[in-house]
């Protein structure tokens, strides 16, 4: 230890960035900070790594504290480390986004952290830097959507061909093709058509679909270049 003891020590925090979707429009699980600096405003999820937990049990606890999830979709995004982003003491963050189906855990999240959904275009003003954690989540999602199909993390096991494609203009924030959408997501063959048809969007409803998870885990490579350009999408 004494090689360390002139050493100042910082605390490491991890935020989560928790995606959800409702079937219309991709949302964000926020939380009123219930403590200072800046209590009462709105936050990510958040807590200090313990002595005993490396970065990812601690994002894994967190998620739980917070929604009851386990074993859902969740990636480690960035570490957020300026000396001034807690202007109460000198904290790191790790921060990670998690995937989840808003319907299908809605009743689980904790009222302790008087948490709510926002559409990711009405979003509060975030304390300290977690507006940027946000951004930056946005866009690794992008990535990893138009070359994976991990957006179906936040489906329900039954889903239509219009949720989806609201899914994905929602996480793009633009306008796809409808056509060409369907029919480029058909030809991955990772879906499986069902007898049963949604009808409260329309008087002939549309048919539910299942994903194919054997074609899913093995199949990865059928979603390679599915949006072309993410990032030059207007």
Do not use: C
């Amino acid at each position: 230890m004494k090689h360390y003891s002139k050493q100042k020590r910082m605390l490491v925090a991890v935020d989560s960035i928790i995606f959800g979707f409702d079937g219309h429009e991709l949302k964000l699980l926020l939380i009123q900070r219930g403590f200072e600096p800046e209590k009462g405003k709105w936050s990510l999820m958040g807590g200090f790594v313990q002595p005993d937990e490396d970065f990812e049990a601690a994002g894994a606890r967190i998620l739980k504290q917070l929604t009851g999830l386990k074993n859902v979709y969740i990636e480690q995004l960035h570490a957020f480390g300026e000396p001034n982003r807690d202007p109460e003491e000198r904290t790191i963050s790790i921060a990670y986004f998690a995937l989840i189906d808003i319907h299908k855990y809605e009743k689980q999240i904790s009222d302790d952290f008087h948490a709510e959904w926002f559409s990711l275009k009405k979003t509060p003003k975030l304390i300290f830097d977690h507006s940027r954690m946000v951004k930056m989540a946005q866009e690794k999602l992008r990535y990893k959507a138009a070359f994976h199909p991990i957006l179906f993390e936040l489906l329900p096991e039954k889903f239509t061909l219009p949720q989806l494609y609201n899914l994905y203009t929602g996480v793009y924030d633009t306008v796809l093709d409808k056509r060409n959408f369907t029919r480029k997501i058909l030809s991955t063959k990772l879906l499986i058509k069902q007898k049963e048809k949604e009808k409260e969007g329309s008087k002939k409803g549309a048919f539910y679909y299942k994903l194919d998870k054997r074609r899913y885990d093995s199949q990865f490579h059928a979603f390679l270049n599915f949006i072309p350009n993410p990032d030059n999408l207007k």
